[in-house]
């Protein structure tokens, strides 16, 4: 089978827009990790299941090991969070949390969903992880969105113009 450039594949994925979700999860050593995903995706609503990307690392191995994380999806003012756990530099977020159903929610996310683990699958250099939400909950806001590669306000708005 023949596979697409990799660099247009890029690019052309990034006009998918996208809500900006961080997840967190608490390692072996009880800490908190985080990072955030641009792969999120709702499966089932019965039971409600939702899956995840994530790459071998330490919020890998923290999943792994519990059995369990969180999803927490960014409000518009979450820009900072956002490039904190996507290790950028200047990025100058100080993150705040608060532990809800054992789990590090980010306080200020506009919506949660505590996930527990039902299936890996190895996919190249990531793992869908697939998990039924124990519990979950939101706030009426304006979603920060990534699209071609840029932070925008809700549909269509950029951040950085």
Known sequence: MQHANPAIFRQAASRFATGVAVLTALDEQGEVCGM?????????????????????????QAI?????????????????????????????????YEIVDGLPRLSGCMVYF????????DVNDHTLI????SNCDYRDNIPLVFFSSRYHLGPGV????
């Open 130 to 133: 697939i998990a039924e939400v």
């Open 158 to 161: 950029p951040l950085d113009r």
């Open 114 to 121: 505590a996930c527990e683990v039902v299936r890996h699958v």
């Open 36 to 60: 955030t995903a641009n792969s999120f995706v709702t499966v089932s609503l019965a039971p409600p299941t939702v899956l995840v990307s994530v790459r071998p690392g330490r919020m890998h």
């Open 64 to 96: 792994s090991a519990s059995g369990r994380y969180c999803v927490n999806v960014l409000p518009e003012q979450g820009r900072e969070l956002s490039q904190h756990f996507a290790s950028r530099p200047g990025a100058t977020a100080v993150p705040d």
